[in-house]
DNA sequence: TATTTTATTGAGATTGAGTCTCAGAAAATA
DNA sequence: TATTTTCTGAGACTCAATCTCAATAAAATA
């Protein structure tokens, strides 16, 4: 609501107007932590009462990606994912091959590393995906 | 050709036929260690007089990549990419954003901290994806 | 080897996530 | 309010990948 409403700031940036539609995708993505696809992001809305379009979820996914407050996740099985970035640092996925369950990890070392073995090769680092895929302790014992 | 020609091998376990078509598909992916797409196996075949399907080159490499002897990789382009694994040990990619161009790397420390991780969760490690996107050092200077 | 059986192939149809089109709706501007 | 500009939604479209099924090739059998 406020000027630094951070939709409302990215929409400012990108020149675009801010709408009931836009606004209605954001909340949606922010009401849970969860990993989602776009379906899943229009399911709910339209359940919940709420008009809106598939192609209009996608342009706003698009436009939130672009202004890093929600983050685009490729899992391999077809269907990108998504989840706001409100309050959350940067992370990576252990997803359970079985269940599907996704967690998250950071882990220094790794990001130490992974800078040394960039700059060792004289390149920038732009972005990196680490996904750990598992058999989770829950998968195993069931 | 021998008795332990991998790609028989594979087709054996699979019960499937030993074809032409399916030596063909095998013989051009280990003729390069490029990481080339579904459509630039195929293109590359008919090119060099092999009559053979998209759909058989699709078939094939699925059953190579199932017995260990292709890697498939998915670095968000939208169509998968292959690599042969004859005398190729684990290793994941570096990508250049601007050029494409793909670089290998491989760090023991990543991989122990890797198994470490998974470990304390109580999760069972099945494979994994790492994927460094850049801006290489040609690229930088350009 | 010839015949029969069974798997494979290829051309094109189909799928499905994501993108695009464009007429009508809504927001900004005057 | 009238005019201009952007946004929205329904459905057409894209494109990598998969599927279909009649023709073909490989294996099994005689
Ligand atoms: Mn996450
Ligand atoms: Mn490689
Ligand atoms: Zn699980
Ligand atoms: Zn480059």
Not at 17 to 22: E, L, V
Not at 66 to 92: I, Q, T, Y
Request: aromatic share 8%; charged share 30%; glycine share 4%.
């Amino acid at each position: 609501m406020s000027f630094f409403d951070p939709l409302k700031k990215a929409l400012r940036k990108e020149g675009l107007r801010y709408t009931q539609q836009r606004q209605a995708v954001w909340d949606e993505l922010r009401a849970t932590d969860d990993h989602r696809d776009a379906e899943e992001i229009y399911l709910a809305l339209r359940n919940s009462g709420f008009k809106v379009s598939r192609a209009t979820v996608y342009r706003t996914i698009d436009v939130l990606v672009k202004n890093n407050l929600v983050r685009k996740l490729k899992l391999g099985d077809g269907h990108a994912r998504f989840e706001h970035k409100v309050d959350s640092a940067h992370h990576d996925h252990l997803i359970c091959a079985q269940c599907g369950k996704i967690e998250e990890f950071v882990d220094d070392v790794i990001e130490t590393r992974q800078n040394k073995i960039v700059e060792e090769l004289g390149s920038k680092l732009i972005r990196h995906i680490h996904q750990l895929f598992v058999i989770c302790k829950e998968c195993q014992t069931a």
